[in-house]
């Protein structure tokens, strides 16, 4: 059985079933698949440690207790993989949250009987987060796949995560009795970071992981609102790291390209004054120079 039974509430359910994959907080398509990002992770995860000649992001994720915040993607279920002793993901919009917890109570789910050589949800979030896009996964429609692959890779991708939407909604109408949890220590919240320190009194991380939420479209994009979020931050991890990416402000593909990290007036998160005192470490080859930064409240 589960170390810990996921439950999921009726309105969660109804989301699920009904493939709500807007967020609520903003009206914008919620992140509950792996994306580039969380191959990368993966790759430095349970890459070779002799390649990684920069940051080894496992020393702070093995046998340690994580908090990710925001729950974007897969990064709760790779740090879970990788060794952490224990995995908290924590959001502020709820059909994230929903989608999280769904993924990990039927990690293990395939579809009905008849439809048993189909992937299961679990194996599809580690296709995704290994290969973009995926290839050979699904049993069906193979040449197609070999199509898409060559000449629309978005669409193949797109394929494996309405498999996923799907297996979900299957299993909330089908209801089984079957556990097909996955059995790592992960717990799912909904809040703001304020409502996660008062609920966590006397509990606190080790590390903790803040994807593409700082100085980025849609996330926290005010200067003061950064300091103030990781100023609370640091109140949960008084003895560990915060990883924190994309931390500077360059372009994908240095001179086209999307520029993530993009906070006027500076070049990169430990840039503001304010956060300098904190700031520990950083990788500048983190996911095509997007950057990790590593701060802590015991560097003050």
């Given at each position: 059985m589960s170390l810990d039974t996921t439950v999921l509430s009726a309105e969660e359910k109804k989301w699920l079933y009904d493939r709500h994959i807007t967020r609520i907080t903003d009206n914008q398509e919620a992140r509950i698949y792996p994306m580039g990002a969380e191959r990368f992770l993966s790759s430095k995860l349970f890459g070779n440690r002799k390649w990684q000649d920069a940051y080894d992001i496992r020393a702070d994720i093995e046998d340690k207790a994580i908090l990710v915040i925001p729950g974007y993607g897969n990064s709760g279920f790779l740090f879970a993989t990788a060794g952490a002793k224990s995995v908290t993901v924590y959001d502020k919009d709820p059909v994230t949250i929903a989608w999280m917890k769904a993924f990990k109570k039927y990690y293990h789910y395939r579809g009905p009987d008849k439809k048993k050589n189909f992937p299961s949800i679990g194996e599809l979030l580690?296709?995704?987060?290994?290969?973009?896009?995926?290839?050979?996964?699904?049993?069906?429609?193979?040449?197609?796949?070999?199509?898409?692959?060559?000449?629309?890779?978005?669409?193949?991708?797109?394929?494996?995560?309405?498999?996923?939407?799907?297996?979900?909604?299957?299993?909330?109408?089908?209801?089984?009795?079957?556990?097909?949890?996955?059995?790592?220590?992960?717990?799912?919240?909904?809040?703001?970071?304020?409502?996660?320190?008062?609920?966590?009194?006397?509990?606190?991380?080790?590390t903790a992981f803040v994807p593409y939420l700082l100085g980025v479209d849609n996330g926290i994009e005010e200067k003061q609102a950064i300091i103030d979020f990781l100023e609370h931050l640091m109140k949960l991890v008084p003895q560990g790291h915060v990883l924190i990416t994309p931390s500077r402000s360059t372009k994908e593909f240095r001179i086209i390209g999307k520029r993530y990290f993009a906070i006027s007036g500076y070049t990169s998160l430990q840039a503001i004054p304010e956060l300098q005192r904190y700031f520990m470490a950083e990788d500048l080859t983190w996911l095509d120079n997007q950057g990790l930064a590593v701060l802590g409240a015991t560097n003050v």
């Open positions: 580690g296709a995704l987060s290994s290969e973009y896009p995926p290839y050979g996964i699904l049993p069906t429609g193979k040449f197609r796949q070999i199509l898409l692959k060559l000449f629309n890779p978005q669409a193949l991708r797109r394929s494996h995560i309405y498999c996923m939407l799907l297996l979900v909604r299957q299993a909330i109408e089908k209801d089984p009795t079957e556990d097909f949890e996955f059995n790592k220590n992960i717990r799912f919240y909904t809040g703001e970071i304020t409502q996660l320190i008062e609920d966590q009194k006397n509990i606190f991380f080790d």
